[in-house]
């Protein structure tokens, strides 16, 4: 039972540990999307790109197949953070 509440927090600390990088990377790309929105901004064309938005859904699900995890959960974490990517743009242009 020690063994085992032990190996229970070893892991939950190594999830935290993903967690943390996973936060990394979220924040590196949310940083790569308002470099968009400048570009987008200065050209004058729209911050929503449904085409990319499609092409970004779909490497997703391909990568979560190729992991051998749910494609469908792939197609939500990227409306999730296409969403969040969005929202800091609008801010960033709205802040220009
Ligand atoms: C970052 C962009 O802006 C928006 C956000 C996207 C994303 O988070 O991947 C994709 C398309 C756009 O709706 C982009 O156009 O590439």
Same mark, same amino acid.
């Given at each position: 039972?020690?063994?085992?509440?032990? #190996?229970?927090?070893?892991?939950?600390?190594?999830?935290?540990?993903?967690? #943390? #990088?996973?936060? #990394?990377?979220?924040?590196?790309?949310?940083?790569?999307?308002?470099r968009v929105a400048e570009v987008k901004s200065d050209a004058g064309t729209d911050l929503v790109?449904?085409?990319?938005?499609?092409v970004v859904r779909a490497n997703y699900a391909d990568n979560f197949r190729q992991q051998d995890l749910d494609p469908e959960r792939g197609r939500e974490l990227a409306d999730s953070l296409i969403a969040l990517s969005l929202a800091r743009e609008r801010e960033v242009v709205r802040d220009k």
């Amino acid at each position: 039972m020690a063994d085992e509440t032990a #190996d229970l927090a070893e892991l939950r600390d190594e999830i935290d540990r993903i967690d #943390d #990088d996973l936060v #990394d990377l979220i924040a590196k790309r949310v940083r790569t999307a308002e470099r968009v929105a400048e570009v987008k901004s200065d050209a004058g064309t729209d911050l929503v790109d449904e085409g990319r938005e499609a092409v970004v859904r779909a490497n997703y699900a391909d990568n979560f197949r190729q992991q051998d995890l749910d494609p469908e959960r792939g197609r939500e974490l990227a409306d999730s953070l296409i969403a969040l990517s969005l929202a800091r743009e609008r801010e960033v242009v709205r802040d220009k």
